[in-house]
């Protein structure tokens, strides 16, 4: 299914956003938000996971139903996971399509990869020391 | 002990009636602060001691070999990037601009990925606004246009609009009507008089609809605009004419959606518009807390808000070429400094794959998706908590950030002071 990507700030997001590596963090920043007849039409439950695929690649996320998303669009906020998906092309702006990045959406069993693995997917070295958290 | 009249440096709104108890050097308890003030100041997540990167693991250094690596990784670099800049204090985005000059390299702040479009629609066609406290004292209809201002500044609302009394504005819950345009029916939007969901990608078209309504040209308009009804448009239009005094605050859902810039312009032009009728203003909702220092400071320094170019000897700004984004996708920079932002978290993939790829130093008190990345990352002290200095609010009054507890951490002025002083040595300045 293809779907316009909208990211922006959510009060979980901005809560946590000084302990990134945190369960909460990497619950938050992974929530596809969706219409829920377009879930539906996915053929996805609340909290099933989706593979979802952009110009600048692709990423495992999970479903969360919203009714304040607009039909074919979808919410995800501002993050490494969305960030999986923009192009950086900005057109002569300095700014990225961050809310306006055509996304493909399939149906998928595969686990969503925490921050640490993503940057490590970027070409980074995972950092496991005690501070973590 | 209690601490009265505290800043809170997490958002824009740099709320300055926060009450703070302190004790054992660590704060215990926060009042009158949101949600996020109480995680910004109980959250204790800090990195201990600067990290350094060594094949596919990590070391623990001291601060005297983190500053000298640092500065021999900027030495060593044709073009070095300083990002980020809008969670550190101004004193600290004054030492970064110099030490960008001395080493010829860019600094470019967060305002590039967030309000960059807004500045170059202000130095198009100027910026009609004025500070909070006008807003909050004389505003009678109040827009907040792709803005989810309960979620990014949850007290906005409350200190500055729609339920707080103004000197002109008695019963302000009543006596303020709040427009909120969005494409997402956010919290904002649930509290709104009048909501009005956009089709995404379809604001300028909308301004573009409302500015022609307000001139008396409704009869160019077809039935909808965007998704929106031509009836709903014109009673927003007689709305904002109705005005005694106007203010729109505008977000992100106009500076990153299509269009970009040219939808702010459109914006401030609507409220040119707008003022042949009645008193309007419009303002950006700034996000960090001192994003809008960083401009302030980089200006002041160089004449250029951000993505400011010394490669060539001058300051040179050309946002689409000297903006860390374009910078980034194309592998130009060899080296690059993070200092209170997280690039690896909120730039593009491509971006982060060019910091692992480059040696990449962090200035920052907690492991982040950058620390990933990075090649050495040096904890430092939170601006508002454990260091003082000056920060900007949204409507650009500086208001400063105080110190409340002592601690071991240097703060990022003391470590961008010693690398600079590093620098200038090799270079025998
Ligand atoms: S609204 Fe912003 S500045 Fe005010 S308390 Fe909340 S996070 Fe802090």
Redesign the interface.
Known sequence: MRVLMNTGRSIRQGSYVERKNSQAYYDEASACRMHPVDMMDLGVEPGEHVRATGPAGSVVLHVLPADGVQRGEVFVTLGPYANHLVDAETRGTGMPDFKSTSIDLEPTGEDIATVAMLMEACGGVQYRGRDLE | MKVVDVVCP??GCLCDDLVVEVCDEKVVKVENGC??AS??FL?D????SP?L?EG???REIGYEEAISVAADILLAADLPLLYGWSGTHGEAQSVGVHLAEVLGGVIDNTS??CH??SI?AIQEVGHPGCTLGQVKNRADVVVYWGA?A???H?RHMSRYTTFTQGFFVKDAHLARTVIVVD????ET?EIADEFV?V???YDYEILSALRAIVRGREDVISGAVGGVAKTQLIRVAEICKRAKFGAIFFG??L????G??KNIRNAIELVEELNRHTKWTISPMR?HWNVYGSNEVFTWISGYPF?VDFSRGIAFYN???T????I??RGECDACLVVGS?P??????????H???IPTIQLD??????????TLQIPVAVSGIDAEGTAYRMDGVPIRVQKLVETKFPDDTEVLSAIYRRVREVKGQ
């Open positions: 997490f958002c949600t996020l995680e910004k959250g997540h800090r990195l201990q990290i990167r596919f693991g990590w590039t990925v960059g479009p170059l989810n309960i979620e990014a949850p494409t997402r029916r956010t939007a969901q089709e995404a990608g992100l859902g500076t990153m959606s299509a970009k810039h996000g993505a946002p689409g070429e903006t860390s984004v374009d980034l996708r997280d690896g978290a909120h730039l593009p993939r491509a971006c982060a794959a910091l692992a790829k008190p907690h492991v982040n998706a950058t620390t990933h990345l990075a």
